[in-house]
């Protein structure tokens, strides 16, 4: 369980019915103190495409649980069969530089479930433009120009 998760208070035997995270809707995930804003739903529409299904690293998989909230409550019944989603994230580092990175940004209970049963962890991975489109909030250098679609990635065929 991630650092975060040892201290929060767990929801124990939370049905998905009265389950708080099964029940929310528009989903987004936000790291880096909120800097950064991904709109889940609309990744979730984009890698429904069916897309190929990548075994994330372990080190991966323990550095996105470790630095996450895991609600015990919702972990007891996702399902470890659906793949989370990794998205290209840039920033600028202290000399200006920007950097272009990854980072899980859907899927860390399953990505815990499957660390606790010792099962590989399969994420979709978003190209580049599909990052940046569904990035609602970054800082300067989080959207590169070459990058910035005109328009939205398509979600239909």
């Keep these: 369980m991630g650092r975060k998760a040892e201290n ?4 124990h035997s939370v049905s ?8 929310r809707h528009g989903e987004a995930f936000h790291c880096f103190k909120k800097k950064y804003v991904f709109d ?3 990744a979730r529409e984009i890698v429904a495409d069916g897309r190929e299904v990548f075994e994330l690293d372990a ?19 996702v399902d470890p069969q659906y793949p989370g989603i990794v998205a290209h994230l840039y920033y600028r580092d202290d000399d200006g530089t920007v950097v272009h990175a ?6 860390h209970h399953r990505a815990t479930r499957c660390r606790q049963d010792g099962l590989p962890f399969g994420v979709h ?7 940046v489109a569904i990035l609602t ?21």
Excluded: F
Excluded at 8 to 11: D, G, L, N, S, Y
Excluded at 16 to 23: E, Q, V
Excluded at 61 to 68: E, G, N, P
């Design 8 to 11: 929060q208070a767990a929801e």
């Design 16 to 23: 998905p019915a009265d389950c708080s995270r099964c029940n």
């Design 40 to 42: 889940i739903d609309m």
């Design 59 to 77: 080190d991966d998989v323990d550095y996105s649980i470790d630095h996450c909230e895991i609600n015990e409550g919702h972990l007891a019944h």
């Design 102 to 107: 990854h980072r899980l940004i859907d899927g």
């Design 125 to 131: 991975v978003l190209s580049e433009r599909e990052s």
């Design 137 to 157: 909030r970054g800082p300067e250098g989080s959207k590169p120009p070459h990058l910035v679609a005109d328009e939205v990635p398509s979600t239909t065929a």
